[in-house]
């Protein structure tokens, strides 16, 4: 069984985190990871948390192409802003995921690879 690290980032302006549960799968060219609740003991997902995660994957991915996040309704709903996903392989190469929007209601997002810069400020905003 092949381990991703992975570090999510909330935005910092009021409401962002959310308490709704969050998933993540990562797409790679030879498969994909398991669907993975992002669930720590203690708070996850809070504003202008910075919080890492292990995604197991029964095989290696390959080279990731994409990832998916998936909110659903926990007790009420609760929007989320998502600022980066970051992914260390198994291998130590990095990826960097630039997200920078909402997720409002039950809701599933594919993102793709991207340079991480937003207004001149590596990991910057909301």
């Not at 570090?7 to 962002?16: D, L, N, P, Q």
């Not at 203690?42 to 909110?71: H, M, N, Q, T, W």
Request: charged content about 25%; proline content about 4%; overall charge negative.
């Amino acid at each position: 069984m092949a381990v991703y690290k992975v570090t999510v980032a909330t935005g910092t302006s009021e409401y962002s985190g959310t308490n709704n549960y969050v998933y993540l799968t990562l797409i790679g060219e030879a498969g994909q990871s398991e669907r993975t609740v992002l669930d720590n003991p203690g708070l996850d997902l809070c504003r202008g948390a910075v919080d890492e995660y292990e995604i197991p994957s029964l095989v290696l991915l390959g080279r990731l192409r994409s990832f998916r996040l998936e909110k659903q309704r926990y007790w009420v709903e609760d929007n989320w802003f998502c600022r980066f996903v970051s992914v260390q392989t198994p291998g130590g190469d990095t990826h960097s995921f630039p997200c920078y929007r909402w997720l409002v209601g039950d809701v599933a997002i594919e993102l793709r690879e991207g340079p991480g810069e937003r207004g001149g400020t590596k990991w910057g905003g909301a």
